[in-house]
């Protein structure tokens, strides 16, 4: 766990440092609680292209490599599944490509060089598929869209790069890389060709652009993209991905069950931060900070919503999700006059079932810290929620209410907290307890009770008034992660600390 411990602490001190935060391409980290990566296994042969030296005549050797990728799944050299009728996935799949050299099992290393962009409505696999960068080589494309029947697959350190795109439009025009989805990376079903799951998305770099020094708030406007998409694609992974200079970050939409999306870092986004509109979503550890503020959209670092069976916000119930360990951080460079603020962890139209949401840190000028409009049988547990810009009205809170429609909210716990404004809770068995709230008129004591607040460093120190305030004043939750480890992987003691902290 030390190593993990580290990955984290670095990340978060690269990411206040104002670097790119790049991800170190060889970790696999292992997580205590509830999910541990497992890359896939290669069992059959290793393919080489290469867009400087290849050729779409060679023969995917070493010495012969192919030329991009997308030539070759244009060019039909993947034996893959697709289902035999569309419309009726019960008579099953039939083989696409029979005969052609690369397999399920195998393996495709990518070279340095542009790949072009891939646009996808099927390739399904009994073995996964492993499409990986060669070792210190940076392949890129400018998108990668799997709208269909896909299964299988694992994406590890490439670049998708949505400036990168050679057509005649401009990147942010073209219909090729636009149309349906402008995001970088897309995973979704359609109710033609089929679903999409089991999609493994590892150490990706995923951006617009590198140059958006001279953008203007217009240009943010027209030109962002997306960054990872999720839609109806069920059992995907993203991991160790960094996703930059974008609009919205990660989205895990409607019918997307089952996500797990731990350790990225989501830099400089002029939307949300990440949405999830889905069920059993474990959204851990990861970081999100940089909130543009270009238009009147409502920006939040974590947004959700439940949606019903006609597409209407606020109808049925989002269950069973996990955010734990993250760090939001709403300004990156206050000398940057387009930084605004975000909301934290913004639910405002439940119902919001069985969440759980500990051990994350947020920092921003805004009302909602963390805020849930319906919540039942969940817990809000051992977060640190602080005011970045203190001395004027708004500051952060943490808050239970009933949903718009006036359902009550129930079987809830507020505990361990740490937040610079109120903790505010109604409802059926919604109960708030052993938590620290500053109140707006003592932002000061932050100066005595953490590390350094100027630079976001949140850690606790150990002296009198912590001690009387926070240390050891934590209740124990015997099924909960943030009871037995800090945002860091830190153990904690029997009894925990508030906030997401535990005191070294």
Known sequence: MKSLRTLISLTVFLLLLNTACERHPDIVPVYYDSYSFEEPAVTGHTFYIDPVNGSPSGDGSAEHPWRTLQEVLDSNLVECFKLSEAYHPELGLVMVNEGAP????????????????????????????????????????????????????YLKNLTVDKSSYQGTDAYWEAEDITRN???????????????????????????????????????????????????????????????????HGISVDYNSDNSIIVNNSIIDFCGDGSRIISNNVLFAYNTIIGCLKVDDNHDDGIQSWSRGED?????????????????????????????????????FDGLFDSWIVENNLIISNTYHGISFYGMLNSSIVNNTVIDQVPGDDISPWIMITEHKDGTES???????????????????????????AFGKQNYDSVYVMFTDPAHNDFTLLDNAYTREKVIDRGMVFDKLVSSKLDIELTSRDELPDLGAYEKR
């Open 102 to 153: 690369i397999k399920g099992g195998d393996r495709l290393v990518l070279r340095s060089g542009y790949h072009g962009f891939i646009k996808l409505s099927y390739m399904m696999l009994e073995d996964w598929l492993t499409i990986e960068a060669a070792t210190g080589e940076t392949p890129v494309f400018s998108q990668i869209n799997f709208t269909g029947a896909f299964k299988n697959i």
């Open 181 to 247: 989805t402008d995001a970088g990376v897309y995973l979704g079903s359609n109710d033609f060709w089929g679903n999409c799951s089991h999609i493994k998305l590892y150490g990706l770099s995923v951006k617009t652009t590198d140059h958006v020094s001279r953008w203007t708030t217009g240009d943010w406007v027209e030109k962002a993209a997306a960054g990872i998409g999720i839609r109806s694609a069920e059992n995907i992974e993203v991991v160790n991905c960094t996703i930059r200079n974008i609009r």
């Open 311 to 347: 597409g209407s916000a606020g109808e049925g119930t989002v269950t069973g999700v996990t955010i734990r360990g993250n760090t939001i951080i709403a300004i990156r460079d206050p000398q940057n006059p387009m930084y605004g603020s975000l909301q934290g962890i913004g639910c």
């Open 410 to 436: 129930s079987n809830c716990t507020i505990a361990n907290n740490i937040v610079s404004s109120t903790i505010s809770f109604s409802g059926d068995e919604v109960t708030a307890s052993h938590n620290f």
